[in-house]
């Protein structure tokens, strides 16, 4: 069986064709590629992911112990009530050649992690409401001292990264921070 088109057959087949093909290139954007995670590289700073407004106010690290503590001041911009809790955290080290050394979240086996608001927010926070969080990250790797030389220590850390999922239903979108250790307020001891 043989097929016969005429010229304006073959003309409208190629132009749907095209029409689907240059529709497809739209679709890129639906790939994660990565457009959903809000970086910043200093605080105070503000990242604003899924119409919630997150700004990391403070950060103190401890190298001698491992701990990391930030506070997160959170405004909900969305019509539906979010729940700001631990698991809604993660904090991650990274080393000079930026390999991840350490990742601290609910549950990991490196660390521990937890998150409190302060006296007289409560969850969920509806729309246009805030709170602060403190986060605790313990388990980070500590400062190695030389036994030969003590003046001579070196920290293992060269960047903490602090992440915040405002809704885990869509926890590919995340504020993020990427702070060098250097940067953060020494913890009081």
């Given amino acids: 069986m043989s097929t016969v088109f005429s010229r ?13 093909v240059a529709g ?9 590629s990565g457009a959903e995670t809000a970086i910043q590289t200093t605080y105070p ?5 899924l119409k919630v407004k997150s700004t990391l106010e403070t950060l103190e690290y401890d190298p001698t112990d491992g701990h990391a503590t930030f506070t997160i ?17 993660a904090v991650k080290a990274y080393d000079k050649n930026n390999n991840c050394i350490a990742n601290i979240f609910v549950g990991s086996t490196q660390g521990s992690l937890n998150a409190a ?19 605790i990250a313990s388990g980070l790797p500590k400062v190695t001292v030389n036994t030969e030389n003590p003046e001579d220590t070196e920290c293992p850390i060269a960047s903490l990264r602090i ?23 020494p913890a009081l001891g």
């Fill in 8 to 20: 304006r057959s073959f003309l409208k087949y190629t132009a749907v064709t095209a029409v689907a």
């Fill in 24 to 32: 497809t290139s739209l679709l890129g954007g639906c790939s994660g």
């Fill in 45 to 49: 700073s503000d990242n604003v992911v």
């Fill in 73 to 89: 001041h959170i405004v909900n911009g969305r019509k539906n009530p979010i729940v700001v809790s631990p698991n809604r955290f």
């Fill in 117 to 135: 608001l302060a006296p007289g927010d409560t969850n969920p926070i509806s729309r246009g409401k805030e709170c602060i969080c403190t986060v």
């Fill in 163 to 185: 992440i915040y999922t405002p809704d885990t239903e869509y926890n590919e979108y995340t504020a993020n921070w990427i702070i060098s250790p250097d940067t953060a307020v």
